[in-house]
Nanobody, 124 residues
Framework: VQLQASGGGLVQAGGSLRLSCAAS????????KGWFRQAPGKEREFVAAISWNGGTTVYADSVKGRFTISRDNAKKTVYLQTNGLKPEDTAVYYC??????????????????WGQGTQVTVSS
């Protein structure tokens, strides 16, 4: 599965960005979709995930209440709406798809295809 992420940029603290990730596969609707991020010198960390039917969403505690994950299966796209951005949200954001069981939604090992990443920079 090929994934193309977009929507990153430079924003002031408190601002918003909507990240998008478009997929190439017609079976996009059957996958769990996730967003991860990696800041310089740090390990890749989980941000959010959404189940194949959209009925379950999971968020990292650090973004809960500020970020929202959604998907449009007809457009084969997953979104990450980021509000109330903070400087510590600065990172490269990656989208991913896979078929992990629920307990692996937060784990990179649960995902089989990754996008190329989009840079989000939040200035203070």
């Amino acid at each position: 599965v090929q994934l193309q992420a977009s929507g990153g940029g430079l924003v002031q603290a408190g601002g918003s960005l909507r990240l998008s990730c478009a997929a190439s596969t017609p079976t996009f609707g059957t996958y769990v979709k996730g967003w991860f991020r990696q800041a310089p010198g740090k390990e890749r960390e989980f941000v959010a995930a959404i189940s194949w039917n959209g009925g379950t969403t999971v968020y990292a505690d650090s973004v809960k209440g500020r970020f929202t994950i959604s998907r449009d299966n007809a457009k084969k796209t997953v979104y990450l709406q980021t509000n109330g951005l903070k400087p510590e949200d600065t990172a490269v954001y990656y989208c991913a798809v896979g078929r992990p069981i629920f307990s692996y939604y937060r784990s990179p090992e649960g995902y089989t295809s990754w996008g190329q990443g989009t840079q989000v920079t939040v200035s203070s």
